[in-house]
């Protein structure tokens, strides 16, 4: 079905086989000398690119650095993270009427989201590189990531937040590990503006998804998947189904497809195709696959309860449009109570997430309705952060305290016993 294009010429500016290159004008980088984010020539996304690629047999071990053999380095300042659980869901399977529903749940990661596997990998650069002050803009949890590994790392961090859109749980570790927060009057974006603003003076490292060696972790959620669900299902999954804030993961496991069957370790039949879900209220992304565009437009106002993808201008979008495209994917968006409700069908089964990790089951029901998947498939959805992030959010959701009296008697009598 698919077959995804890699080119492979391995440049003189690699490093021990590793180097960066523009996606748009395939410009080559050397990756350690100098700090680099986007290309020099013509601005474009970079990818971190390898001269061998490895296939299942190299990888050894658990979690992100298992698969050192796919990424720049043999270790990262490491808590650990990865080796999350692929749930069974009974229930909502048999609801939403799949031949397999499996849910990846990147909440189970030490701070909490799928941010510290390109946290390991982003900070483990920061030390390559000889900088001392990271710095990141964040819906919240790129922030709690950053200031626990960059904690770790014994490094200075530096997060600007949209005021009055992050989670409490996430200010609240942001804070606890260490960070200096800064509160921007401002959406997403306009953090984003501000710190790459900062990153190219010198101030600060940024460790943003912008920069490429952050989404060569979060390439592990593809490699664990494709793993876990072959090894106890006996093959691959037909579609991963994922919430798109800033489409880094998106970009991330498009690039595990296209390295796994450039190794041969899979081939074009195996690939999963992409299939990317937005909150309504900020869906570039699914307009732009909708409208058949190569970039997104960018939404200055943006509005949904899911505060982790609460995001106009998807940085990622470059990398991951075609990958959207080219796995025979597609995006949808999500009415913010189906959002709820997603979460809540989830949270009976024993998996709580956050509200944006809901959109990736909401956006399976969307899609079972509309008949754009059919019974037969089997469907992986991600999860990208636990429930506690969110505990307002998971509060709304929920049902409400009941008050009783302090007595047995008061107790027996309420509950009608
Ligand atoms: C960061 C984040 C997202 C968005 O991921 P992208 O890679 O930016 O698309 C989704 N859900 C949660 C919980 C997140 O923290
Ligand atoms: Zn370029």
Not at 153 to 181: C, D, F, N, Y
Not at 191 to 203: P, S
Not at 223 to 247: C, H, K, S, T, W
Not at 378 to 388: E, I, K, M, N
Request: aromatic fraction near 4%; charged fraction near 25%; proline fraction near 5%.
């Amino acid at each position: 079905m698919a077959h995804l294009e890699l080119t492979q010429e391995e440049p003189d500016c690699a490093d021990d086989g590793v180097w960066l290159q523009c996606i748009e004008c395939g410009e080559t980088l050397a990756p350690f000398d100098e700090v680099h984010y986007t290309c020099d020539a013509c601005d474009g996304l970079l990818e971190v690119r390898y001269a061998d690629l490895p296939t299942w047999d190299d990888f050894s071990g658990r979690g992100v650095w298992r698969y050192s053999a796919a990424l720049p380095f043999a270790e990262g300042v490491s808590l650990p993270e990865g080796d999350t659980q692929l749930h069974d869901v009974p229930r909502l399977e048999e609801e939403v009427g799949v031949s397999r529903l499996r849910v990846k749940h990147e909440g189970m990661n030490p701070t909490g989201s799928f941010k510290d596997r390109g946290m390991t990998v982003g900070v483990r650069t920061a030390k390559e590189l000889g900088v001392g002050k990271l710095a990141c803009a964040s819906t919240g949890n790129t922030s709690a990531a950053l200031a626990a590994y960059g904690g770790r790392g014994g490094m200075e961090t530096l997060v600007l937040l949209p005021q009055g859109k992050v989670a409490a749980g996430k200010v609240a570790q942001a804070s606890l590990h260490g960070a200096r927060i800064l509160e921007v009057d401002g959406n997403f974006d306009t953090c984003l503006d501000i710190v790459q603003d900062l990153a190219h003076r010198g101030v600060v490292y940024l460790l943003n998804s912008l920069n490429p060696f952050r989404l060569e972790g979060q390439k592990t959620i593809g490699l664990e998947i494709m793993e876990q669900f072959r090894d106890e299902e006996g093959e691959y999954p037909d579609r991963i189904i994922l919430p798109v804030g800033n489409a880094g993961n998106t970009a991330a496991l498009y690039k595990c497809f296209r390295e796994l069957e450039a190794s041969g370790a899979i081939t074009g039949d195996d690939i999963p195709a992409l299939t990317g879900v937005q909150a309504a209220g900020s869906a570039p992304m699914v307009e732009a696959i909708q409208e058949g565009r190569e970039e997104t437009r960018r939404w200055e106002s943006v509005e949904t309860k899911a505060t982790a993808i609460r995001i106009g201008n998807p940085v990622n979008a470059p990398k991951a449009l075609p990958g959207i495209r080219q796995t025979g994917g597609t995006a949808v968006a999500v009415e913010d109570d189906e959002i709820m409700d997603a979460q809540r069908s989830l949270a009976e089964e024993g998996v709580g997430v956050e509200p944006a990790s809901a959109a990736s089951i909401a956006g399976l029901r969307k899609l079972r309705r509309q008949g754009v998947i059919d019974d037969s498939e089997q469907v992986v959805c991600l999860t990208t952060g636990h429930l506690l992030k969110d505990p307002d959010a998971a509060v709304e959701a929920g049902r409400d305290p009941e008050a009783v009296p302090g007595t047995t008697e008061g107790v027996l009598d309420y509950l009608g016993e």
